[in-house]
């Protein structure tokens, strides 16, 4: 199980009467069907996993129908969880214990369970109809075929309805309490405290006392089994990890970006207006931002995709912070609109958290396949920058970020996350006083002055709202002049402010910071990534170091313009591969701007890179994996 | 409407920008612009609080000739573009320039939507029943069997009434007006600034070069007051060149009498402030040749602005919870000390 740490340890806890074995790292995860509550219990897990002070990171997995049918593997939801001592950017490739509250959820997860495991099953969910809607056989519980792993075989039904009993409630909403019997199980096993999960129950169900107590009562019983009950010889301690000092809060991605963009309105001194139309997996934005209201955050629910960014950019027009948040299908009606501020130069953000594709694709898995839609989707010549968060709580930071270069730039800013960061969760540090700088916002006054399309050394236009006495001007999607910012259709004009719009987005290089290299500025093998695949690549080449091979790791967060060192990184390496959740987007960006050969590592399975993928990769090019 | 303080009054001059008008000679564009020129000017309108907002199409350059904050954007976006503008900044006063075809055709949608939410914003749509930008084809309120370029056997599309999806959508201010009968645009122009909510007010526009004289029945000295109904809150609905021809319901069915034999106490009394749009819709039924078609205001009504509910809530939240501060935001939920 996990990394066991050299000075093992077999002490007598002084709680439990059974022996705790120490961990550098674990990873778990949380299985059942999607009305089972897998998501809850292991966003709990996480949570008082992180207020342990363990380095925290998570995976779920849940399936794109509400419910599909009950105890289909279809309907199966998971989540994983990755608790370590250590510094982590992964929730794991696969996991040191399971839970598999039914058959189809036993099915689904148990290749990812690693060979002597810990595998908790409710043995009341093995009814022989359950086993046939999971197209089992045979009960695998009694075919031996899980002789390789600590198999313990609960009757955690039976015992939720028997520890609740005294609630009140009926079996049914009794027996949905059982989720939490299965959390306090890994609460005993992974010696984790009650009291933070407890406290979140009460305010949950304050309204609904006999739920709450049932939900206490079902933790708790949970627990107590796995100390009393035989069957568990030994349980597992995670030491808190050291973390920069600071105050900690567990954030999602999609969390991330929310509480990002409200930072950012306020340290421009703006109202945030985000308008947005539901889709998955990007609505979790929507829904926080609602709760933000006392920040002068307006939210509009748009009736379509095009009208969230048209009103964004009416928005911007006006003076306001505008962002808009969705995801591939979304972000392809949206083009004509990004357009439309490309060419008015008006500052806002566009969220896409990508998903699989085309199409509607895979709605909850995750992908990296719009990063040419970012670049390159639009008509005409019509650069935006682009940025992308590379985790969670990078997803904080990548906010911010967008928001300042737009409004420095007076630009829209594509702002990529996917679906596998914006579910994924990990501790974010709050910033200390004064470590965010106040994003500086100038409109124009001086109507002797302003010039709608004059520029400043950066090559932005002013940005004057209406409402300001004397600045009464037309912006519009047709060619502007030059300076004074009249409608032209002269030849020679065209030419020009395609070329200024062009400059102005590549002079943000200037602002962005000189890409780093993790490893050595030149060698062998550099591989490179962006977006939500840099836990996996961190992790591979941390590991691939670690054996002594001769590999360095280059994570790109401006994907336009790129860094201005980049090409000089690339060419310091004999080869350079190039790993993405797509068919090479970003390998052909990099081949165009450098004439740079590389190696393309390509993955489209609506999950990310495992480390071991990307580490077998790294072996395979520098001669043989070393295990 | 937003006035200044102190504005002096301010002349039509004063409302036009320097560029040069680009419409066709005979476009009844021309006369519009001109109209809700001399409407903002009499009311004093803050031109550096005004902003003109229109999509794609003939009318849609309308912006580029008001001197007033303008934007023009992209096919039929115009009302969701507005709709932010709105939001950002409440205390602008919004106007949305659109066509038959940028408003009912690609851009249907945010019409609909944009009134249901009632955003405090003006449409003004020029119908003039032919997509003339692309020099010609049948538009979403051609009539059925229009030839043109690409309809030449005759347009098999039913036509779309823009009142009547206005009404639908249970518009809070509707009215509709006709391009040349420039006193009662001004009326409908300045009633329609007047509203608080979203107005939407139809202008039958002639096209002089695709669609010439579609509106002839309605423009014809002669013939003019035979087929036109105007409208007037708390009076009946009577018309004709001496005014002896009324409407009265029969059923369920508008029908036109002779004065001659039914008492004037017979007709349809006009009552803009129905609580439910119900005679409002029935009267934008109301279609030429079988009957005189109405031009006036359909419905008024109050209703509270999208703009000023989200302020609301945003007060009520401040109001509850104090102005947001961000080290309180970042420390809500479950937090740890690392030290």
């Not at chain 1, 990099?590 to 790294?618: A, C, N, S, W």
């Not at chain 2, 409908?188 to 608080?196: F, G, M, N």
Request: hydrophobic share 40%; with cysteine; net charge neutral.
């Amino acid at each position: 199980m996990g990394t066991v740490t050299p000075a093992e340890q077999q002490d007598i806890d002084g709680q439990s009467a059974k022996p705790t074995r120490e961990l550098v790292q674990a990873a778990i995860r949380f299985a059942g069907d999607s009305g089972d509550g897998m998501q809850l219990v292991g966003s709990q897990f996480t949570a008082t996993s992180a207020v342990l002070g363990n380095e925290v990171a998570t995976f779920p997995d849940y399936p794109a129908e509400i419910r599909a049918p009950a105890g289909t593997v279809g309907g199966v939801s998971g989540y994983q969880i990755n608790f370590s001592s250590r510094h982590i950017h992964t929730p794991g490739d696969r996991v040191d214990a399971l839970v598999a509250m039914n058959p189809a959820a036993l099915k689904v997860n148990l290749a990812d369970l690693v060979e002597g495991g810990v595998l908790i099953v409710d043995t009341d969910e093995f009814t022989d109809a359950n086993l046939e809607r999971a197209k089992y056989a045979a009960n695998p519980l009694q075919t031996g075929e899980l002789s390789r792993y600590q198999v313990h075989a609960v009757p955690i039904t039976q015992q939720t309805l028997g520890a609740v009993k005294d609630t009140g409630l009926g079996p049914r909403d009794a027996g949905r309490c059982r989720n939490f019997y299965a959390l306090g199980l890994d609460y005993w096993l992974f010696d984790r405290p009650l009291e933070s999960t407890l406290r979140w129950i009460n305010g949950k169900f304050a309204k609904v006392p006999a739920v709450a107590s049932a939900n206490r009562l079902a933790l708790q019983a949970g627990y107590a089994f796995g100390d009393t009950a035989e069957a568990f010889t030994m349980r597992y301690r995670v030491k808190p990890a050291r973390l920069r000092p600071g105050t900690y809060r567990n954030l999602t991605g999609n969390q991330a970006l929310a509480l990002g963009c409200v930072t950012a309105a306020q340290l421009a001194g703006k109202p945030l207006f985000y308008g947005s139309y539901p889709i998955t997996p990007a609505s979790e934005i929507l829904h926080d931002l609602t709760t933000y209201k006392s920040f002068d955050v307006r939210v509009f629910q748009a009736e379509d995709e095009i009208a969230a960014m048209c009103a964004i950019i009416g928005a911007a027009f006006a003076g306001a912070i505008g962002v808009t948040g969705t995801s591939g299908p979304g972000m392809a009606l949206k083009q004509e609109a990004i357009g439309l501020a490309v060419m008015t130069e008006l500052p806002c953000v566009v969220i896409n958290v990508q998903r699989g594709g085309p199409s509607t694709g895979l709605p909850t898995k995750t992908e990296q396949s719009d990063l040419w839609q970012a670049l390159l989707g639009r008509n005409g010549e019509c650069p935006a920058p682009v940025l992308a968060a590379q985790s969670p709580a990078d997803c904080f930071r990548s906010a911010v970020e967008a928001v300042r270069i737009a409004v420095r730039y007076m630009t829209p800013v594509i702002l990529l996350s996917d679906g596998y960061i914006a579910n994924g969760a990990e501790p974010w540090r709050v910033p200390d006083d004064g470590e965010l700088p106040k994003i500086e916002v100038r409109h124009p006054t001086d109507a002797q002055t302003f010039r709608p399309y004059a520029r400043d050394e950066r090559g932005v236009r002013p940005w004057a709202i209406p409402g300001t006495p004397g600045l009464r001007h037309r912006i519009g999607g047709l060619e502007k002049a030059d300076v004074t910012g009249h409608i032209s259709y002269d030849p020679a004009n065209h030419q020009r402010m395609t070329a200024l719009r062009a400059q102005k987005v590549a002079n943000i290089a200037q602002d962005i910071p000189d890409q780093e290299v993790f490893g050595d500025r030149s060698g062998e093998l550099l591989a490179v990534s962006w977006g939500g695949t840099f836990g996996a690549v961190r992790t591979a080449v941390e590991r691939a170091r670690e054996d002594g091979q001769d590999v360095s790791h280059v994570h790109v967060r401006w994907l336009n313009p790129l860094p201005r060192n980049l090409g000089e990184i690339l060419k310091g390496f004999r080869r350079v591969l190039v790993c993405e959740l797509n068919m090479g987007q970003f390998e052909f960006l990099l081949r165009g701007q450098y004439l740079v050969p590389t190696i393309g590592l390509h993955k489209v399975q609506g999950r990310p890179f495992t480390v071991r993928e990307i580490q077998d990769q790294i072996g395979e090019l520098l001669g043989g994996a070393p295990q | 409407m937003s006035t200044g303080p102190n504005v002096p009054p301010l002349t039509v001059r004063e409302f036009k920008s320097d560029q040069n008008v680009r419409w066709c000679a005979g476009c009844g564009d021309h006369s519009i612009l001109l109209q809700l020129q001399k409407v903002l000017a009499s009311a004093c309108a803050d031109r550096d609080r005004t902003v003109f907002v229109s999509g794609i199409g003939c009318s849609s350059r309308f912006p580029y000739y008001m001197d007033t904050y303008g934007f023009h954007s992209i096919h039929g976006r115009a009302p969701a573009i507005a709709t932010g503008v709105k939001c950002a900044n409440p205390d602008l006063d919004v106007w949305v320039i659109t066509g038959d075809g940028d408003a009912l055709s690609i851009g249907g949608n945010h019409v609909l939507h944009t009134i249901r939410r009632n955003v405090g914003l003006r449409m003004v749509l020029f119908n003039n029943r032919v997509y003339g930008l692309t020099k010609g084809q049948y538009s979403p309120t051609s009539d059925f069997g229009t030839r043109t370029k690409s309809s030449p056997q005759g347009s098999i599309d039913h036509p779309v009434h823009p009142v009547t999806v206005a009404l639908g959508m249970e518009i809070t201010f509707v009215a509709r007006a006709i391009d040349v009968d420039v006193e009662h645009v001004q009326y409908v122009l300045r009633r329609a600034a007047a509203h608080k909510g979203t107005a939407f007010v139809e202008i039958y526009q002639n096209c002089q070069v695709y669609n010439a004289n579609a509106y002839g029945w309605a423009t014809d000295r002669q013939t003019k007051h035979d087929h036109v109904v105007y409208l007037e809150h708390g009076k009946p609905l009577i018309f004709g060149r001496n005014r002896d021809k009324g409407i009265r319901m029969n059923g369920e069915t508008p029908e036109v009498v002779d004065l001659a034999k039914v008492s004037a106490d017979d007709l349809i009394i006009h009552n803009e402030k129905a609580a439910e749009p119900t005679m409002a819709y029935l009267l934008a039924r109301m279609h030429h040749p079988e009957y005189p078609e109405p031009l006036g205001v359909f419905r008024a009504v109050d209703k509270p602005t999208y703009e000023d509910l989200m302020m609301g809530q945003i007060a009520a939240a401040r109001e509850k919870d104090g102005p947001g501060r961000l080290e309180a935001l970042f420390r809500a939920g479950e937090t740890w000390e690392v030290k």
